[in-house]
């Protein structure tokens, strides 16, 4: 037998199901399926954006480098990232359930494991471990979803998946604030294991596993070491690259390597029995504009926020509570806009809401484009409002997209792709957009600096200013009189704010490539087998 079978059966139609009776109890009952894995959902949500409150206080208190807490960081993101789509096979395999489970006790054990660190070795290798367990829970929540939900709800219940996600995400550097300032950074990771607990209990009463009968039944061992080779590559390449250079010859090895890895693992796949990804998958249009759609989202999104935290602490001079209690608006647009998305993608389609967003998306990133070191919270509250009812439907449409155009038997690796998707987007974003603003500063500064008439720097000082002019910082030597001081910050962050101007025009134009990527989707044809998934 050749992949041609697997090839074959993911081109067919899917065969006619039984809708099963509506679930009695509290086992499978779908809303209480949504509820249980939207708390584990957010315990790895809420995480990726409330340890990086943290790192300065751990930085002090274990004595770490900069390179250590950056480590912090990346070990979670690595494992993350690379891990994915092999996690959504094991839920496809082993059923997502047992999967979520796992997933839900290793990531609340890590959390309490690096509480109880006592060096920053062991904080970072907790962390990978967060990474991968992490890894573990998110696709197999969505196939939870897909397998539980009826298609006329589906959509609805990945609204509110994906509104706790955004809610999460937006909400851990005002929660980590909070943590780190009144008890201990340690507790920015305890937290988790009382929501560990919680989400584990509701699990094993709640949730029911649903399993195809043409569920993998081995391993594609080869393909599995390929494709991490392929995504650690390109992610390291992406994460190193701001501090080797783009034009380095180790960056350009990695990216080699990953493009290598890509090419043998495509390769492969078409000769394994049950292979890891079937490349029939991507024969479906409309997933596929899904995965490159989550992609661009992620490039817009991810990248131009990441400016935008530097420009509220640094430029305006806001501590880490006050700058997410300025992106609130943010976070309240995406609460309000994902289930309502949900809805509306459920009675038009997905093409009109997610090319709707992206268009909003892209006018969000030109207003923001237009920020200013005088710009008031009115401002910049409009411009994170319409970010957050642009990003919403996409969230929530792209994910229905990859997901719902997938066979159900591979509804664990769907969700990884769609997962996986999001964190290289992301990667991307941050360091493209970041290439972009080092550029601009690079190009800007030394004229700024000398139409300020100010001291004239060497080639050195003018390379330390650069990276501090980056985040916003005025580099400000220690002594030096008040009034210099006022004029060489406001040379920073001018400089900084013609950078961040151009990387979110440069995120305005993504997302308007991705309104015309958005045209290619459509409803997802495999829907309906969800509803009829076997129970065991």
């Given at each position: 037998?050749?992949?041609?079978?697997?090839?074959?059966?993911?081109?067919?139609?899917?065969?006619?199901?039984?809708?099963?009776?509506?679930?009695?109890?509290?086992?499978?009952?779908?809303?209480?399926?949504?509820?249980?894995?939207?708390?584990?959902?957010?315990?790895?949500?809420?995480?990726?954006?409330?340890?990086?409150?943290?790192?300065?206080?751990?930085?002090?208190?274990?004595?770490?480098?900069?390179?250590?807490?950056?480590?912090?960081?990346?070990?979670?993101?690595?494992?993350?990232?690379?891990?994915?789509?092999?996690?959504?096979?094991?839920?496809?395999?082993?059923?997502?359930?047992?999967?979520?489970?796992?997933?839900?006790?290793?990531?609340?054990?890590?959390?309490?494991?690096?509480?109880?660190?006592?060096?920053?070795?062991?904080?970072?290798?907790?962390?990978?471990?967060?990474?991968?367990?992490?890894?573990?829970?998110?696709?197999?929540?969505?196939?939870?979803?897909?397998?539980?939900?009826?298609?006329?709800?589906?959509?609805?219940?990945?609204?509110?998946?994906?509104?706790?996600?955004?809610?999460?995400?937006?909400g851990g550097p005002i929660l980590g604030g909070l943590l780190v300032q009144h008890v201990s950074w340690q507790s920015v990771f305890f937290i988790n294991v009382p929501v560990g607990v919680i989400a584990l209990v509701l699990g094993l009463l709640i949730l029911k596993d649903h399993r195809a009968e043409n569920a993998p039944r081995s391993f594609d061992v080869l393909g599995i070491v390929l494709l991490s080779a392929a995504m650690f590559s390109l992610v390291w390449a992406l994460?190193?690259?701001?501090?080797?250079?783009?034009?380095?010859?180790?960056?350009?090895?990695?990216?080699?390597?990953?493009?290598?890895?890509?090419?043998?693992?495509?390769?492969?796949?078409?000769?394994?029995?049950?292979?890891?990804?079937?490349?029939?998958?991507?024969?479906?249009?409309?997933?596929?504009?899904?995965?490159?759609?989550?992609?661009?989202?992620?490039?817009?999104?991810?990248?131009?926020?990441?400016?935008?935290?530097?420009?509220?602490?640094?430029?305006?001079?806001?501590?880490?509570?006050?700058?997410?209690?300025?992106?609130?608006?943010?976070?309240?647009?995406?609460?309000?806009?994902?289930?309502?998305?949900?809805?509306?993608?459920?009675?038009?389609?997905?093409?009109?809401?997610?090319?709707?967003?992206?268009?909003?998306?892209?006018?969000?990133?030109?207003?923001?484009?237009?920020?200013?070191?005088?710009?008031?919270?009115?401002?910049?509250?409009?411009?994170?409002?319409?970010?957050?009812?642009?990003?919403?439907?996409?969230?929530?449409?792209?994910?229905?997209?990859?997901?719902?155009?997938?066979?159900?038997?591979?509804?664990?690796?769907?969700?990884?792709?769609?997962?996986?998707?999001?964190?290289?987007?992301?990667?991307?974003?941050?360091?493209?957009?970041?290439?972009?603003?080092?550029?601009?500063?690079?190009?800007?500064?030394?004229?700024?600096?000398?139409?300020?008439?100010?001291?004239?720097?060497?080639?050195?000082?003018?390379?330390?200013?650069?990276?501090?002019?980056?985040?916003?910082?005025?580099?400000?030597?220690?002594?030096?009189?008040?009034?210099?001081?006022?004029?060489?910050?406001?040379?920073?962050?001018?400089?900084?704010?013609?950078?961040?101007?151009?990387?979110?025009?440069?995120?305005?134009?993504?997302?308007?490539?991705?309104?015309?990527?958005?045209?290619?989707?459509?409803?997802?044809?495999?829907?309906?087998?969800?509803?009829?998934?076997?129970?065991?």
């Amino acid at each position: 037998m050749t992949s041609q079978t697997t090839v074959d059966k993911a081109d067919k139609a899917p065969e006619p199901v039984s809708v099963p009776a509506p679930a009695k109890g509290l086992r499978g009952h779908p809303w209480l399926t949504l509820f249980s894995v939207a708390i584990g959902v957010m315990m790895v949500a809420l995480d990726g954006t409330i340890v990086a409150i943290a790192n300065p206080a751990i930085q002090k208190d274990l004595g770490a480098s900069f390179a250590d807490v950056q480590w912090i960081t990346n070990g979670y993101f690595l494992a993350l990232a690379v891990t994915l789509i092999t996690a959504g096979k094991l839920g496809d395999r082993f059923g997502h359930r047992q999967t979520f489970l796992i997933g839900v006790i290793g990531f609340a054990a890590a959390s309490g494991a690096i509480g109880l660190s006592d060096s920053i070795a062991l904080v970072v290798t907790f962390r990978v471990f967060q990474g991968l367990f992490g890894a573990l829970l998110m696709p197999a929540a969505l196939g939870l979803l897909r397998a539980t939900f009826p298609a006329e709800k589906l959509n609805m219940a990945i609204g509110i998946w994906g509104m706790v996600i955004g809610a999460s995400t937006a909400g851990g550097p005002i929660l980590g604030g909070l943590l780190v300032q009144h008890v201990s950074w340690q507790s920015v990771f305890f937290i988790n294991v009382p929501v560990g607990v919680i989400a584990l209990v509701l699990g094993l009463l709640i949730l029911k596993d649903h399993r195809a009968e043409n569920a993998p039944r081995s391993f594609d061992v080869l393909g599995i070491v390929l494709l991490s080779a392929a995504m650690f590559s390109l992610v390291w390449a992406l994460i190193k690259a701001p501090a080797w250079g783009w034009g380095d010859g180790l960056t350009w090895t990695f990216l080699a390597a990953s493009v290598l890895c890509f090419a043998l693992f495509a390769i492969w796949e078409t000769r394994v029995k049950e292979p890891l990804i079937p490349l029939a998958l991507f024969r479906s249009v409309p997933l596929s504009a899904g995965v490159v759609l989550m992609v661009l989202m992620a490039i817009a999104f991810m990248g131009g926020l990441f400016f935008v935290t530097f420009y509220l602490q640094n430029v305006h001079g806001m501590s880490p509570v006050d700058s997410g209690l300025h992106l609130l608006p943010l976070t309240g647009m995406m609460i309000v806009g994902s289930p309502l998305a949900g809805a509306m993608i459920t009675k038009v389609g997905p093409r009109i809401p997610l090319a709707g967003g992206m268009l909003l998306t892209a006018v969000a990133m030109y207003g923001m484009s237009t920020l200013e070191s005088g710009t008031g919270s009115g401002a910049m509250s409009l411009w994170f409002a319409l970010l957050g009812l642009g990003l919403a439907p996409v969230m929530v449409g792209a994910t229905e997209v990859i997901v719902g155009n997938a066979p159900m038997e591979l509804s664990g690796v769907a969700g990884g792709l769609q997962q996986a998707a999001m964190q290289i987007g992301g990667s991307l974003g941050t360091a493209v957009l970041g290439a972009v603003m080092a550029s601009k500063v690079d190009n800007d500064l030394a004229g700024n600096w000398t139409d300020a008439k100010l001291p004239p720097l060497t080639p050195a000082q003018l390379d330390q200013a650069s990276e501090a002019v980056q985040v916003g910082v005025g580099p400000v030597p220690k002594g030096t009189p008040p009034d210099l001081a006022e004029k060489i910050t406001s040379v920073a962050h001018d400089t900084f704010i013609s950078g961040m101007s151009l990387a979110c025009l440069v995120a305005a134009g993504v997302a308007v490539v991705a309104i015309f990527v958005a045209f290619l989707t459509k409803r997802g044809t495999n829907a309906e087998a969800g509803a009829g998934a076997a129970h065991i």
